[in-house]
Each structure stands twice: as C-alpha cells, then as structure tokens.
C-alpha cells in the first residue's frame, strides 16, 4: 500500500511540474503586457526600464526557475494588471467559483441520480423517453447558449432571478460567502443550473446504461429467479454496482465544472476564478495566468490523485498487480 | 393537498424574489451602470489608462478638470498664468477639505507631482521639471523648457493627501514589481464629489456622494455603483431587465433592440480616438510582402493610391452602422488644433487610384499583411476586413491579420515596428495635438520623439514645425503652425485617415448623463429622474 501511494504521489508531482512549465511556456509567448501597462507614446526608456523590472529581459529558464522558487515559498507574483499579489487576487475569486461548482454538483446529484435510476430502471416508460430526448439538449447545447437563454427567459423576460453578478456576498474574514443572503441566493441559481446542466445529463446518461447493463448481468437475473423483491433488486444489489464508477467519474467531473465555468462566469459576470482568468488574458497577466493553470492542474491532479489511492480499498487486486 | 401546497408555496417565492427588482430608489438617486472592464487600480498615479481616470475622476480631482465638453474648469486651483517662458504658477482653491476632513494646501500638491513622478503616469508629465511651494495657496510648476500648454497636460493628474498617504503606508505609487500591495490600490480618498463606499476588484465600486464638496453637483446622484460584466450579451440584458441603469460599450448590432424597448435609449457621442492606416515607409524592403528589392510604401503615389480606394462612407454605413465619422485627419475635431477644412474625409477615386498606382509601377498591384486589433475597439477588425476589400478593388491585396491588443502591440510597438501596414486608434492625453504630432509624425529620434511613428515617416519641415509649435506661447500663431505640420503631413500622405469613433452606451430613459469624448464618467453631472 505504501509503496502504491507513493508512486502515485511522485507521478503527481512530475505532472503538476510538467503543467506549470507548459503554462509558463504558453503564457510567455501570449503577448505583450507593457501594452496595458504603459500609454502608446511611452518613451524607450520607460519601457526599457518595466522590462527589467519584470525581469522580461531574462532567459525564458531563468524566469520559469525564479517563478518555480516563488511558487515553493508561496510566492506567487504581483500581478500586471492590478499590481496585487496574485495569491491574494485568486484567494479572493476562489469562494465564487468553489460555491459556484458545490451549488451545481448539488444539482447533478439531486437531479441527475434519482432521473438516471428511474430511466435505467423503466426505459421504456414515456418519463424515461421525454428525459432521454431532452437530455440531448444538455448534452449538445454550449453552455454559453444555455446561459443567455436562461438569462432571456427569467431575467428579461419574467424578471425574476439577476442576470449578473453574485449578490450580496458576507465577508467572514477568511471567506466571502454569497450563501448568507437572499440575493446571494437568487443569483446562485442561474448560473449553477447552467453550469449543471451537461453534468446532469452526463449522470443521467451514465447511470441509465450501467443499471441497464447490471440488470441483465447474472446475479440479477439470479437474484430475480430466487423470487427476491424487485425493489430490493435494483436499490441494493444494482444501483451498488452502479454507484461505484459514477462517483469515480464524478470525482473528476468536479474538476471539470471548475474548469468549465470560464463560460457560465462570463456569461453571469460571476465574478470567480473563471472571470479572473479571461481578464487577465486580456491584458496578457502572465503571472495570474500561470497561476490560475497550475491550480487547475493540481485540483485535477489531486482529485485523481483521491481516486487512484481509494482504488486498492476498493478492490484489492490493484496492489496486487503491481507487487 | 400537496400540488395545492407547493404550487402556494411557489407563488409566493415568486413574489418574494420579484419585489427587490420592482420596488425603485425611494429617496436617494441611486445610479448603477456596468463596463466590460475593470479600473486596474485605484492607485491615481500607477498607470496611464483612460478607465482608471474616468473612475477616479469622481474621487480625486486634479488642478484643471474638464467639463462635460472637454472644456478647461478651474477645479483645486482657481487661476493660472505664465510667469515667464518656463515657468506656471497655479493659484490653489482655498477651504477645500478631503474626504477624510484634513486640509487641502500647496504641500499636497507638492507631494503628489512627486508621487506621479516615480509613478507610471510619469510620462503624462515629463515636460514638467519641478513643483514648488511658494506659499500655502500657491506653487508654481516649472517647465523644460516652454511650454505653453500646462493646464490641459495636467487634467489627468490627481491630487492625493499627504497626510493620508504617510499615515497609511502609501507614499509610493503601485508599479507592477511591488512586493508589497500599496494601501492606495485598495483604497481612494480624494476631494471629489464622490467618496469610494466599496470596492470589489473586478466586481465593482461603489460611490457616495461627498456631502463636504467645495463644489455644487450638476446631477442628483447621491450613490452609484459601477459593475464590470465582460460579456456584451450579459450587460445588454442586465439593462434590459432593469438591473442596471446605463450601459458602457453598447455592442452595435444591439442598437436597434435597445431602440426599439421601451424606456430605453441609445446614446452615441464622439469619442476622442481616431482610428487611421500607418504603413511601412522606412525599410528598404517590406516584412511583410510579396514585393522584394523595394518598398512600394516610399512611393507617395502607392500611399495617395489607397487613400483613393478606401471608401470612408461605405464602412461607416455598412460596417460601423452610422457610429463613426469619418475624418481627413488622425485627430479628433475634439482635439485642440483640429482644423476643419483638412478634416475633410478624402472621397473615393478608384479611376484615379488605379492610375496613381500604375504610374507608380504596380499595374497589377501586390500583396501586403494588414495588421489589426480584434479587441481594441467599436468593430476594428470588421473595419480592417472592409479596408481589405477597398483596397482590392485596385489590386492590392492587404491580407488582415487580426489580433488581440496584447499581441498586435508587442508585433508593432517599438523598439520592433514589424509590421508593413496597421490600423491603430489613438487619442491625445493632453487633447492638443502637439503630443499626436510629437508622438506620430515626428522623425523618430533619441529624445523619444516619434516614439509611436510606426511607419516611420519623416519630413525635416514638420520636425520643425513640431519644435517651433512647442515653444509658441502665442495660441493663434501656435494653431496655425499646427495647421502647417498637419497640412504638409496630409500632402505627404504620412497616414491614411479612417475614422472617429464613437462611445456607444445605452441607458434607461430616465438617466440623464453626459458623454465626454474622453470615456470619462463624470457623475457630477449625471441625473436619474425620480
């Protein structure tokens, strides 16, 4: 076991190194960022002057070798565009988006499970048929056409929910919070049922193949040959070997609602990690840039890292292969 | 019993969630407007950047400030005169308090020309040598050199407290290696109309108004909010659902939904920045281009030629649908020392164009990349596809290559200028043309002169023009000195003229606001009706 998991973490790590430097690489040759930093009729000596205090004159190595050190020490820069350290700037954005991502990972599970049980359990049944054709439409449609459409019908339309922003938000020193407060609330659900909407069709989806597929496999039909109760069937025997690889796939699916709400923070101006990422592109902030792919990285790192080490109390036989 | 339940349960959810957007501002004018971008900082002296004057304009305030025409006001001084060839002396406004009720008095002037000096803004002031206390009210600002136009290069630079930036750790201004946060990127205290009531980086900022103001508002509002929503759809139906009540950078093809929803208005003004065409006239032989062995760009006639084909009119009809105007010069009729007759839109010839470019040696014209913005401005790289096509009719093939600023900057931004031919949009800090000329058509040179003379054109009569214009204290003699550099350059087909744009906002009917060509957001004189 001990020798499992360290292999795993040190494969981690050679990663997350491998993804800081080929965000380093992407984001050095992203463009300019005396564009947004000096007026156009800067002189050649301010600009020689910015370029070396941001170290730009320097060798692509060392400055990736001064950022890594940095990183080590928690170190992460100042940013270009608002000259605020940037551990502090993505700190700042991280509650939107981690409550952003909870709120539709609460979605996907209270909708998407309970739709994908009854569709595996009674595909044939008209329900079944209706979620299986609209669930093409969250399988297919950009969420960013999802969002506008959301924000057309019951912001514009009906007036009811905001179509930006995240409301009142309750600083508790360590965590701003939107959670505490009506309007916090009400701007919440917009975005997280768009943000949710794939993933839910993505469990739906799942859950219904692999109920489908248990249910013809022979312990069932056994089960069922033996007289034990349907009910008892499917919610025990079934759904336990369904539920296994759904929360595998979910595990990972978190990392990737993070990563996906580039689109619905845009669209919602929700003002999280996704919103700081596409401004600092922009204006070419290389160290905000930098830091937000290595984060991103590491939480997806992470997360598989979570699911690999929990595989062996799963099934013993992964040590196994390997001793 | 349940479906009764629940269906009660959701009308009054409904209810509960629909009243805070229906119940309107009951006493206080409250104004909420939304921008796609956010102030970088709040730090006045930090950076150059036209979004972080507009908002700050509100909070700090400078010596000279410009009214909602772009005009000179006595703002924290009262008077101003040359006292001789090289030196200013500003009379300070007295029992002007911050908004933190200490005093506002010559040292605080003092101190903020020094604190601008060391920051990024530093540029806007480097005809300004010195700043020195003559009295408490009064100081006198020392030039390199003459230079007549003082108060309009200072419109920009805000007056901070001394007091308040010692006592909270803020005597240096924010630059982009500071290890440490300066406390004045955070937070503002100025003499403004306005006090900052919070500030959420990339979220908002909010206003209150400063009751201690030594000034009268024009408008009524007593708080606003500034929202930052990247995305054009977002803030379109953000006003549309009277979340907000103004929206800046209004996406053009919205115009007419916006005109056609009751309650709301388009509002379009001229915006300082003139978008215009610089092509390589330097190298011997273009980057860029299938031509080898000569640049085409030196020949008068080729540069003459393409003027001719652009047709100005049919890219503000059809591609800037009515938004822009089209211009004979590179600066604004804003600017001062615009003239009107050479402002003229030169009118399409492609008879004559075809010929010029014949004459020229290219019968069958020749192909050149075209570099262009994307993000930059109203349908740049639309304009830049159009431009293309004008240009096509007469042979050249001007392949748009469109990019983001950040790229398309660091690609044609000196010490490089790798481009054979651009578009660019630029506007003068001072709003005189002194500094475009300077900057623009100068002969590049080590002094920093023609800095952002892409093209690299030079012409030793407008050189000179330039050094004459910068000592003339004499406005009348000074303008048409102006009228002389910019008539010769216009001869010389140094640039190709495009466009003015336009600053396209939309807002309720119920707002009243002005539109200064220089983007700023003057919430002193904007209204909201009750």
């Known amino acids: 076991m001990f020798r499992y998991a360290s292999a795993r973490i040190a494969q981690t790590v050679v990663v997350l190194l491998a993804i800081a ?150 600083d508790l020193g360590f965590w701003k919070t939107g959670l505490l407060t009506a309007s916090g609330w009400r701007a919440l659900v917009l975005p997280a049922i768009t943000l949710s909407l794939f993933q839910v069709t993505f469990v739906i989806r799942m859950i219904r193949t692999q109920l489908m597929e248990v249910g013809h496999s022979e312990f069932i039909r056994f089960a069922r040959a033996r007289g034990v109760e349907a009910r008892r069937i499917w919610f025990v025997h079934a759904l336990k070997n369904t539920l296994l690889p759904v929360i595998t796939v979910l595990a990972l699916q978190f990392g990737n609602i993070i990563a996906f709400s580039v689109v619905t923070e845009n669209v919602f101006a929700w003002p999280g990690l996704g919103s700081l990422f596409l401004q600092s592109i922009q204006t070419a902030d290389m160290p905000v840039i930098s830091v937000y792919l290595i984060i991103i990285g590491a939480i997806f790192m992470m997360l598989n890292l979570l699911v690999e080490l929990s595989y062996p109390l799963i099934d013993q036989r992964v040590l196994r292969e390997r001793a | ?223 606003a909010t500034f929202f930052v929503i990247p995305n054009p759809s977002a803030r379109v139906s953000a006003l549309v659902s009277g979340e907000v009540d103004m929206i800046d950078t209004l996406p053009p093809q919205d115009t007419q939904r916006i005109e056609q929803t009751k309650g709301l208005k388009v509002l379009a003004g001229p915006d300082l920045r003139v978008a215009f065409l610089l092509a390589d006239v330097n190298r011997d032989e273009l980057l860029y281009s299938d031509v080898k062995g000569k640049n085409p760009f030196k020949d008068k006639r080729v540069r003459e030629a393409m003027q001719l084909a652009i047709d100005l009119d049919a890219i503000k009809t059809k591609v800037m649908r009515n938004y822009s105007k089209p211009l004979g010069l590179a600066i604004a009729p804003e600017v001062n020392g615009f003239d009107p007759e050479l402002g003229k839109p030169v009118q399409p010839d492609v008879a004559k164009a075809k010929a010029l470019l014949t004459e020229a040696g290219y019968p069958n014209g020749f192909s050149v990349t075209f570099d262009c913005t994307n993000d930059r401005f109203m349908n740049d790289e639309a304009t830049c596809i159009a431009i293309s096509g004008s240009l096509g009719r007469i042979g050249i093939k001007a392949e748009p290559r469109a990019q983001t600023t950040s790229k398309w900057a660091q690609q044609i931004n000196p010490p490089g200028y790798n481009t054979s031919l651009t578009m660019v949009g630029y506007s003068p800090f001072t709003y005189d043309a002194h500094i475009f000329l300077t900057s623009l058509l100068h002969s590049r040179d080590a002094a920093g002169r023609g800095v952002f003379n892409i093209g690299g054109y030079s012409n030793p009569k407008v050189d000179e023009l330039i050094a004459q214009i910068q000592s003339d204290t004499n406005p009348d003699s000074r303008r048409q000195k102006i009228r002389e550099a910019l008539k010769i350059a216009k001869d010389d087909v140094a640039l190709i003229p495009i466009h003015q744009l336009n600053i396209l906002w939309a807002a309720k009917d119920t707002v009243n606001v002005v539109q200064p060509a220089d983007l700023a957001y003057p919430l002193r004189l904007f209204s909201v009706k009750q």
């Open chain 2, 1 to 223: 019993m349940l479906t009764v339940n629940r269906s009660i349960r959701i009308g009054i959810l409904a209810a509960a969630l629909a009243s805070p957007l229906a119940a309107p501002g009951a006493s206080a004018a409250t104004f909420k407007f939304a921008s796609p971008v956010d102030a970088y900082t709040l730090d006045p002296h930090a950076v150059s950047n036209t979004l972080v004057f507009a908002i700050l304009g509100n909070i700090y305030e400078p010596l000279v400030r410009r009214g909602g025409d772009l005009q000179l006001e006595p703002a924290l001084a009262t008077k101003w005169t040359l006292v001789d060839n090289s030196t200013w002396r500003f009379e300070l406004r007295k029992g002007v308090k911050f908004q933190d009720g200490g005093d506002f008095t010559a040292d605080d002037v003092v101190f903020s020309f020094e604190r601008a000096k060391a920051g990024g803004i530093k540029s806007n002031l480097s005809t300004l040598e010195s700043v020195k206390k003559v009295d408490d009210y009064t100081i006198d600002i020392k030039t390199r050199g003459v230079d007549p136009i003082v108060p309009m290069e200072i419109t920009n630079w805000f007056i901070m407290s001394k007091a308040w930036s010692e006592k909270n750790g803020a005597v240096q201004p924010g630059s982009p290696d500071n290890k440490v946060e300066t406390f004045a990127n955070r937070n503002a205290m100025g003499t403004g109309p306005f006090k900052l009531a919070g500030r959420d980086p990339g979220v908002k900022i909010e206003f209150e108004k400063n009751p201690a103001w030594w000034d009268k508002p024009v408008g009524n509002i007593d708080k």
């Open chain 1, 21 to 170: 430097f080929i965000g380093f690489l992407l984001v050095s040759n992203l463009g300019d960022p005396l564009a947004s930093l000096l007026p156009p009729d800067a002189t050649p000596q301010d600009r020689a002057a910015l370029i070396a205090t941001l170290h730009l004159d320097q060798p692509v190595a060392m400055r990736f070798l001064t950022f890594l050190k940095g990183l080590l020490v928690g170190d992460f820069g100042i940013s270009y565009r608002s000259h605020e350290p940037v551990a502090a700037l993505i700190w700042e954005r991280l509650p939107a988006t981690v409550e952003l991502a909870f709120a539709s990972l609460a979605i996907t599970l209270l909708v998407g499970v309970p739709l994908g049980v009854y569709c595996g359990i009674r595909p044939r049944s008209a329900l079944a048929k209706a979620v299986m054709f609209v669930s093409i439409a969250g399988v297919t449609l950009p969420t960013f056409v999802v969002g506008i459409l959301l924000i057309a019908v019951f912001s514009v339309k009906l007036g009811l929910l905001p179509s930006f922003g995240r409301g009142q938000t309750v």
